[in-house]
């Protein structure tokens, strides 16, 4: 968890840029900043998922009497006399035994039949003087007044008209109004948010009086003119209406009483708008119709529209005014009576069509209704989208910037996956019609705008991290540096380090017996392996001098074990000497030693030099000692030396203690060591020979020269060839012929480098 914070912290300036979609997707979901491009991009999700679900299949139950162009070629233009629609609407109940009739049309002006101006105008001429001319005329105007023989078709029939309401003319009325399925009272003070019209265009009052089931056909296409979704109920002079589907459904059902359905009511205060359905309510049964803002559903299509398309079966107006039909062949059926044909500018834009009829909408609605399969645009859709906004937003925003570009795409990819799963989920099970596109948006513009600052702001950052430490740093060293390039840089800084100073010794002569060329190859080659062993222990390298390689540990990247790596890279770096040697004695060459110095300690690291040439490299007293350390290899005959700061700071390993010596530069003495490996590593001789050798030091530094003696008479015993136990025998035999100061604090003081 603290690794986590710490990484939140430090890629903070690229979590809030990758926060910035998200505020944009908020903003947009509460109706502060409209980005239409969401709806739109919703619309299309819909559109897409609507048609990858539809049914496909044929609903048997409604049927369409399609005016269409034969019809029209049959019959005559529309709108056709009343007589033909009488003689349609009484072929429909007589002879084929239709359950329900519901017209997709207006019958907004009387017929103006030219049979009955005739009759009108012989009336008012000059044989109405004629005796009984006044009767016959009167027997006729039935028979010729074929409004009235339409509005008996339609008496005491389960007939549903159809009218419209319009906001485009100035208010303008016509026609009679069925009865208001909510009259104002009903909503109790309250005003929903439906849709408002100024005007209509209603039936003539004979046909209203006839036939007094009436709905309005009215579509609400969305911005982009797609018809997605009708209205249920809409609003005209305060009261509301009843649509043509909600009509004809409620016929079928009973007629059930249409009451408003509020969202948790009794904790609404008197004047919420807020409807969530239309709840017909018969008994004590009740059918709650979800709805959305506007009171409109959206349309549940079955699939391609048309005569052709499949989903309901259209018959041909002027097959059933010629009787082309079989008695009965509509048996029971739902009929809406619409047209297909383009002059009479029914067809609409829709998801599953660009020409549509209008009537099919219909149809399509009240086959939902049948079945109790609706599509909801639930009223918490805004809670749903704010939701899954954040959850999605934040788990992006937090995670990206600390994941690898591989990793990113995984988790990006796993979100999507997962709104998109959840939405279709929600939708395929329950109709659910939630929000996408933001989340979706949203989780592709964080991605993008991740990765772009990632290799715009935070790859130049890493570019130049890796130009400046490349060369001395290892490269899984400069690929952890580049996860936070801020926090490094070149300015020199004091920080406790460990340096390396390895010399190879046998090089001098080696370089007399080879030409220039092969010299500079078998350098480079050394080198090369040195350095990588260098590299694989995490240490930077600082320079090459002729045959003397510097490094340090610690720096630029913290290391508090740098002592233990510093002391492994050398241990390794002997026996990698020690592996060249072989193979220069196969190749008939030399063998080379190396020489190493370690010392610990307070050091200025940092970017050093002149205007024409710096480095990144380190200075201080612990530098210099490490120097001095690497002189003294040769001198005790060990591979390494190192000072007390770097043996304290190993303690993993075992270490022989060399001397006290007081270098060249120093005042105070030091104590020098050498590594013999790691702790638990000796053998039971080498710890009886290294606790020997620490009571002959004891010895020495008492100045008790005969128990020193013997001692390392002992230790030549065990290792005659150790170099160490040699030079100490030699300091015996000096101290014995020229004793030193009294004085003498056991140090060896070297007065060059």
């Avoid at 990632?454 to 130049?464: D, H, I, N, P």
Wanted: charged content about 20%; aromatic content about 8%.
């Amino acid at each position: 968890m603290q690794a986590i914070l710490q990484g939140v912290g430090r890629h903070g300036p690229r979590i809030a840029v990758t926060l910035l979609p998200l505020i944009f997707a908020v903003l947009h979901a509460v109706g502060v900043l409209q980005l239409g491009v969401l709806q739109r991009l919703d619309d299309i999700i819909y559109d897409a998922r609507l048609r990858a679900t539809l049914p496909a299949t044929r609903d048997e139950r409604v049927v369409i009497v399609d005016i269409d162009e034969r019809s029209l070629a049959e019959v005559g233009r529309w709108p056709w006399s009343r007589d033909h629609l009488a003689r349609l609407v009484d072929t429909l109940f007589d002879q084929q035994g239709i359950a329900l009739l519901g017209f997709d049309t207006v019958f907004a002006e009387p017929d103006d039949s030219a049979a009955l101006r005739q009759l009108q105008q012989l009336a008012q001429g000059a044989l109405a003087d004629q005796p009984g001319f006044a009767q016959r005329v009167e027997a006729l105007r039935p028979r010729l007044d074929h409004d009235a023989q339409f509005a008996r078709a339609l008496q005491g029939r389960p007939v549903v008209l159809g009218y419209y309401f319009t906001s485009d003319r100035g208010g303008h009325t016509s026609g009679v109004l069925p009865p208001p399925v909510l009259p104002a009272g009903a909503l109790h003070n309250r005003t929903l948010r439906a849709t408002q019209w100024d005007g209509y265009g209603a039936n003539i009052a004979p046909l209203a009086a006839a036939a007094p089931r009436a709905g309005f056909f009215n579509a609400l296409a969305d911005r982009d003119g797609e018809v997605r979704s009708l209205p249920l109920l809409a609003e005209q002079g305060g009261q509301y209406y009843e649509s043509l589907a909600l009509a004809m459904f409620r016929l079928l059902a009973g007629s059930p009483r249409v009451e408003p359905g509020f969202a948790n009511e009794r904790w609404l205060s008197p004047d919420a708008q807020a409807l969530e359905s239309v709840r017909l309510v018969q008994g004590t049964s009740t059918l709650a119709i979800a709805v959305d803002e506007r009171l409109a559903v959206l349309v549940p299509y079955r699939g391609a529209g048309g005569p052709t398309g499949g989903s309901f079966t259209y018959v041909s107006a002027g097959d059933v005014l010629a009787g082309r039909l079989a008695p009965g062949q509509l048996q029971g059926k739902i009929v809406l009576v619409g047209t297909t044909a383009p002059g009479l500018q029914d067809l609409r834009s829709t998801p599953v069509g660009e020409t549509y009829p209008g009537v099919e909408t219909h149809a399509n609605l009240i086959s939902g209704l049948l079945d109790g399969q609706r599509l909801i645009r639930p009223d918490y859709a805004l809670g749903y989208e704010l939701v899954m906004l954040l959850v999605s937003g934040l788990v992006l925003a937090l995670g990206l910037p600390l994941l690898s570009a591989a990793r990113a795409v995984l988790l990006s990819l796993g979100v999507v996956a997962l709104l998109v799963g959840l939405n279709f989920w929600l939708y395929l099970g329950h109709g659910l019609v939630l929000p996408l596109a933001s989340g979706l948006v949203t989780a592709g513009l964080a991605f993008a705008l991740n990765m772009s600052y990632g290799y715009l702001v935070e790859s130049r950052a890493k570019r130049e991290l890796a130009q400046l430490f490349g060369t001395y740093v290892p490269p899984e060293l400069v690929d952890e540096m580049v996860k936070d390039p801020d926090s490094y840089s070149m300015a020199a800084a004091t920080r406790e380090l460990t340096v390396m100073f390895c010399d190879m010794r046998g090089f001098t002569q080696l370089s007399e017996r080879m030409e220039p060329t092969q010299v500079q190859a078998l350098l480079n080659t050394v080198f090369s392996r040195l350095t990588q062993v260098i590299r694989r222990h995490r240490g930077t390298i600082d320079k090459y001098m002729g045959d003397c390689v510097m490094a340090f540990w610690g720096a630029p990247l913290e290391a508090p074990d740098h002592a233990t790596l510093a002391v492994n890279a050398a241990l390794e770096m002997v026996r990698e000497v020690e592996r060249i040697n072989r193979e220069h004695v196969a190749q008939g060459l030399p063998a080379i030693g190396v020489g190493i110095g370690l010392s610990t300690g307070p050091m200025c690291v940092g970017d050093m030099g002149s205007d024409v040439r710096r480095s990144y490299t380190v200075v201080g007293d612990a530098v210099n000692l490490g120097s001095r350390l690497e002189g003294l290899s040769r001198l005790y005959g060990v591979d390494v030396v190192a000072s007390e700061a770097t043996r304290s700071a190993a303690p993993q390993h075992v270490w022989q203690e060399l001397d006290r010596v007081r270098v060249k530069g120093k005042v105070s003495a030091v104590t020098i060591f050498t590594p013999l490996g790691r702790a638990g590593a000796l053998s039971a001789e080498q710890a009886a020979e290294l606790a020997l050798w620490k009571q002959c030091l004891h010895r020495w530094r008492a100045q008790d020269w005969d128990a020193c003696d013997v001692h390392l008479l002992n230790l030549q015993r065990q290792n005659a060839k150790k170099v160490l136990y040699r030079l100490y025998a030699d300091r015996v035999a000096s101290m014995r012929l020229s004793p030193p100061d009294p004085a003498w604090d056991g140090a060896t003081t070297f007065d060059t480098k």
